[in-house]
């Protein structure tokens, strides 16, 4: 498993320095994007729906 580990590694930061030297963005840049837009879309979801189910929560008269 860390001789596999070690090998994605070597081929990752290998495509990153040569897309620098192109000023072009790689496959694995566009996918990590694309998860933490997930991610913050998600999170934002949940602390809305939280939010809104507490003030529906709330006896106001």
């Not at 090998?7 to 290998?14: E, N, P, V």
């Not at 949940?46 to 809104?52: G, K, P």
Request: aromatic share 8%.
């Amino acid at each position: 498993m860390k001789e596999l580990f070690q090998y994605y590694w070597i081929r990752y930061t290998a495509s990153r320095e040569l897309d620098r030297e192109r000023g072009e963005v790689s496959a694995t840049t566009v996918v990590m994007a694309a998860a933490l837009v997930a991610l913050a879309i998600s999170v934002g979801a949940i602390i809305s729906t939280r939010v809104r189910e507490k003030a529906n929560s709330l006896n106001l008269g």
